[in-house]
Every structure is written in C-alpha cells, then in structure tokens.
C-alpha cells in the first residue's frame, strides 16, 4: 500500500520560511518522478514544483520560482520543498503527489497517481 504522509506545515509570517517534507511507503521512492501541489480555500488545485525520480530535473510554477526549491532524498524516501519569502498568497494546503509511470518531473496533475492528505501552510501579513 502505496502512502505519501506530507509534514512541516504551520503559521509563519510574511517573509518568513517553511521547510515541508513528504515521506513516502510503499514502492520504490527512487523511481518515482515528485510533485508538490497546493489548494488555496476557493480555488483549484495547482502545480508548485515537481522534480525528477533522480533529482537532476526539476520545474516551479512562475508564482514560486526564486523563492520555493523541491529536492528529495531517496535514501530516505523522501522530497522536500524548502519555501522561503512566504506571502499571504502562498496560504493553502500543500499536497505532496508521485508519479510511478515515467518518473519524469512534471507539472500535470493528471500524471500523479498517489496523493498525500496535505498540510496546512498559513502565511500571515
């Protein structure tokens, strides 16, 4: 059985930093291709950062680039994504997602097939 627990969340203020990790069971972490996804309260599911099954390959949204940075550890079975200079916009739930087919980092949705619950990052002004 295939889980991805996300940890790391909480309430930070603007300009402040959140590391999050995503630890993941299951299968075999090293092959799979990782994704950070967020959901804001009203809005839809969006694509943060993703990153290769060998970390050499990696894609950020425009809204994060310079600021977010996704890396993973596979002798841990686990992917980070490091948030520094948190806005209020950066407020929703952070879902952490494995794509097992190609192992390729994309930003598609549709191409993860397991999701973790998410955990809550709250950016206060």
């Known amino acids: 059985q295939v889980q991805l627990v996300e940890s790391g969340g909480g309430l930070v203020q603007a300009g402040g930093s959140l590391r999050l990790s995503c630890v993941s069971s299951?299968?075999?972490?090293?092959?799979?291709?990782m994704g950070w996804f967020r959901q804001a309260p009203g809005k839809e599911r969006e694509f943060v950062a993703t990153?290769?099954?060998?970390?050499?390959?990696?894609i950020y949204a425009d809204s994060v680039k310079g600021r977010f940075t996704i890396s993973r550890d596979n002798a841990k079975n686990t992917v980070y994504l490091q948030m520094d200079s948190l806005k209020p916009e950066d407020t929703a739930v952070y879902y952490c997602?494995?794509?097992?087919?190609?192992?390729?980092?994309?930003?598609?949705?549709?191409?993860?097939?397991?999701w973790g619950q998410g955990t809550q990052v709250t950016v206060s002004s």
């Open positions: 997602a494995a794509e097992v087919l190609r192992g390729v980092a994309t930003s598609r949705d549709y191409e993860y097939s397991y």
């Open positions: 299951g299968r075999t972490f090293s092959s799979d291709a």
């Open positions: 990153i290769s099954w060998s970390g050499t390959n990696t």
